[in-house]
C-alpha cells in the first residue's frame, strides 16, 4: 500500500497538477467555483489562480439578472459602499445578495457587461471595468481629458449617461494582453476603442452611424449594428491598429420598417445583434409605451378621463419580437419563425444566445 500510494504522488508531482485544481475542472458551473472558493483561503487561491488560467473554460450557464438590493433596514444617509447588489440565478431561481460591489455601480451606471465584468460609468466621465465576484477593478480612461467633450457631454454625463455611452463591451475576460484588451463602446454616434496600456480612446473606421448595438463575437473580434441594418466587424487581433474585416449593408426588413412606420406613436422599439454558433441574428423588439387593463398598446390620451388627469394604467411592455438571420452570401436579412435549439436572453447591456440541450438537466 505505501509503495502504490509513492508511485501515486511521484505520478502527481511529475504531471505538475494541485489535486484541488483537479476537483476544479470537474465541476459544472462556475457558481460551484465560486463554493469552493469560500471553503478556505487556501482554495480561494487555487480557484483564482485556476480561473485567471488557460484551461479554465467556463462552461455554458444561464446568464444572471443583476437587480439593486433594496434591504428595509438602509436609509438615506447609509454608506452606498456597504451596500450589495441582488443577483438572480435563472437556473437555480434564486437570489444572490451576499456578492459586494465598489461604489461606482451606486454612483455611475453600468453600460455594459461582458465575460463577468461590469462596465461602469461615474458622473466624472471616468470608465472602468469591475468584476463583482473577485472584486478585481481595471480604471480604464477618462471621457473628459481624452474625447471632444462638450457642455452638453458634460450634462447628458450627468443626467442620462446612456444616451452619451449607450452600450459598451469588454474584449476579453482579463488583462494579460494589454495591447489588445480594453473597452469598445458606443459613444454618440461613435465607435470608441480604449485599450487598457494607455486609457487614450481611438475612433474606429465606422461607416454606418448611428449604432444601435454592439457585440464582442469572439475573443478580439467586435460587431457593431446600425440603425440601419447594417453590420461592421473589426478584428483586434493584431499587432496594428484594428481591422475592419467585413462592411455588409443588406436592406432594412420590409416587415419591421412597415411596422415601425405604421405605429410610431404607440410602439417604441430596441434592436440587438446576437450571436449563435452558427449565424448572427438581428432581433427587433417592440415596447408598447402604454397599454390597457388588456395589455393592448393605445395612446397616452386614450387612458384619460373627464375627470382624471393621470393615466390609469401606463406601464411599458414588450409586445412582440422580429428576429432575422444574416445570410452573409445573399446579403440581406432572413426572418426566422423558429430559433430550433436555440433560447436567447436580450438587454441593454448584454445579449446572449445558448443552446436548449446543455439545460435539459435545469
Same mark, same amino acid.
Given at each position: 500500500?505505501?509503495?502504490?500510494?509513492?508511485?501515486?504522488?511521484?505520478?502527481?508531482?511529475?504531471?505538475?497538477?494541485?489535486?484541488?485544481?483537479?476537483?476544479?475542472?470537474?465541476?459544472?458551473?462556475?457558481?460551484?467555483?465560486?463554493?469552493?472558493?469560500?471553503?478556505?483561503?487556501?482554495?480561494? @487561491? /487555487?480557484?483564482?489562480?485556476?480561473?485567471? &488560467?488557460? +484551461?479554465?473554460?467556463? $462552461?455554458?450557464?444561464?446568464?444572471? =439578472? %443583476?437587480?439593486?438590493?433594496?434591504?428595509?433596514?438602509?436609509?438615506?444617509?447609509?454608506?452606498?459602499?456597504?451596500?450589495?447588489?441582488?443577483?438572480?440565478?435563472?437556473?437555480?431561481?434564486?437570489?444572490?445578495?451576499?456578492? @459586494? /460591489?465598489?461604489?461606482?455601480?451606486?454612483? &455611475?451606471? +453600468?453600460?455594459?457587461? $461582458?465575460?463577468?465584468?461590469?462596465? =461602469? %460609468?461615474?458622473?466624472?466621465?471616468?470608465?472602468?471595468?469591475?468584476?463583482?465576484?473577485?472584486?478585481?477593478?481595471?480604471?480604464?480612461?477618462?471621457?473628459?481629458?481624452?474625447?471632444?467633450?462638450?457642455?452638453?457631454?458634460?450634462?447628458?454625463?450627468?443626467?442620462?449617461?446612456?444616451?452619451?455611452?449607450?452600450?459598451?463591451?469588454?474584449?476579453?475576460?482579463?488583462?494579460?494582453?494589454?495591447?489588445?484588451?480594453?473597452?469598445?463602446?458606443?459613444?454618440?454616434?461613435?465607435?470608441?476603442?480604449?485599450?487598457?496600456?494607455?486609457?487614450?480612446?481611438?475612433?474606429?473606421?465606422?461607416?454606418?452611424?448611428?449604432?444601435?448595438?454592439?457585440?464582442?463575437?469572439?475573443?478580439?473580434?467586435?460587431?457593431?449594428?446600425?440603425?440601419?441594418?447594417?453590420?461592421?466587424?473589426?478584428?483586434?487581433?493584431?499587432?496594428?491598429?484594428?481591422?475592419?474585416?467585413?462592411?455588409?449593408?443588406?436592406?432594412?426588413?420590409?416587415?419591421?420598417?412597415?411596422?415601425?412606420?405604421?405605429?410610431?406613436?404607440?410602439?417604441?422599439?430596441?434592436?440587438?445583434?446576437?450571436?449563435?454558433?452558427?449565424?448572427?441574428?438581428?432581433?427587433?423588439?417592440?415596447?408598447?409605451?402604454?397599454?390597457?387593463?388588456?395589455?393592448?398598446?393605445?395612446?397616452?390620451?386614450?387612458?384619460?378621463?373627464?375627470?382624471?388627469?393621470?393615466?390609469?394604467?401606463?406601464?411599458?411592455?414588450?409586445?412582440?419580437?422580429?428576429?432575422?438571420?444574416?445570410?452573409?452570401?445573399?446579403?440581406?436579412?432572413?426572418?426566422?419563425?423558429?430559433?430550433?435549439?436555440?433560447?436567447?436572453?436580450?438587454?441593454?447591456?448584454?445579449?446572449?444566445?445558448?443552446?436548449?440541450?446543455?439545460?435539459?438537466?435545469?
Amino acid at each position: 500500500m505505501a509503495n502504490k500510494r509513492k508511485r501515486d504522488d511521484a505520478s502527481s508531482s511529475e504531471l505538475g497538477i494541485d489535486p484541488l485544481e483537479c476537483i476544479l475542472r470537474k465541476l459544472p458551473s462556475f457558481l460551484d467555483v465560486l463554493r469552493f472558493k469560500r471553503v478556505c483561503r487556501s482554495w480561494y @487561491s /487555487v480557484a483564482e489562480n485556476y480561473v485567471s &488560467g488557460p +484551461c479554465f473554460s467556463p $462552461s455554458s450557464q444561464t446568464p444572471w =439578472l %443583476l437587480l439593486p438590493s433594496y434591504e428595509e433596514d438602509w436609509k438615506e444617509d447609509d454608506d452606498k459602499e456597504e451596500r450589495g447588489l441582488c443577483f438572480f440565478n435563472l437556473e437555480e431561481k434564486k437570489e444572490y445578495r451576499d456578492v @459586494s /460591489v465598489c461604489r461606482e455601480v451606486y454612483e &455611475g451606471r +453600468c453600460v455594459g457587461s $461582458s465575460h463577468g465584468w461590469l462596465i =461602469l %460609468l461615474d458622473k466624472k466621465g471616468n470608465l472602468s471595468v469591475f468584476n463583482p465576484f473577485s472584486g478585481a477593478r481595471i480604471q480604464v480612461g477618462s471621457l473628459i481629458q481624452d474625447l471632444e467633450f462638450t457642455y452638453v457631454d458634460a450634462y447628458t454625463l450627468g443626467e442620462h449617461p446612456r444616451m452619451l455611452v449607450s452600450k459598451a463591451v469588454v474584449m476579453s475576460d482579463s488583462k494579460k494582453n494589454k495591447h489588445k484588451d480594453g473597452v469598445v463602446m458606443i459613444y454618440g454616434r461613435k465607435l470608441v476603442f480604449c485599450p487598457y496600456n494607455d486609457g487614450r480612446f481611438i475612433e474606429l473606421d465606422g461607416a454606418h452611424p448611428p449604432y444601435q448595438d454592439i457585440i464582442c463575437s469572439s475573443a478580439h473580434m467586435v460587431s457593431a449594428l446600425s440603425e440601419a441594418g447594417s453590420v461592421e466587424v473589426w478584428d483586434f487581433s493584431g499587432e496594428c491598429f484594428p481591422t475592419k474585416i467585413m462592411d455588409m449593408t443588406p436592406s432594412f426588413p420590409l416587415k419591421t420598417a412597415e411596422l415601425v412606420r405604421s405605429f410610431r406613436d404607440l410602439y417604441s422599439s430596441h434592436f440587438y445583434l446576437v450571436e449563435t454558433c452558427r449565424e448572427l441574428l438581428f432581433i427587433v423588439r417592440f415596447i408598447g409605451e402604454f397599454v390597457d387593463g388588456d395589455g393592448k398598446p393605445v395612446r397616452e390620451g386614450d387612458l384619460l378621463s373627464d375627470e382624471d388627469t393621470q393615466p390609469k394604467i401606463c406601464p411599458y411592455k414588450t409586445l412582440l419580437f422580429h428576429v432575422y438571420r444574416l445570410d452573409p452570401h445573399e446579403e440581406k436579412w432572413v426572418e426566422m419563425e423558429s430559433l430550433g435549439d436555440q433560447v436567447v436572453f436580450v438587454g441593454g447591456n448584454h445579449s446572449i444566445s445558448l443552446r436548449v440541450e446543455d439545460f435539459l438537466d435545469a
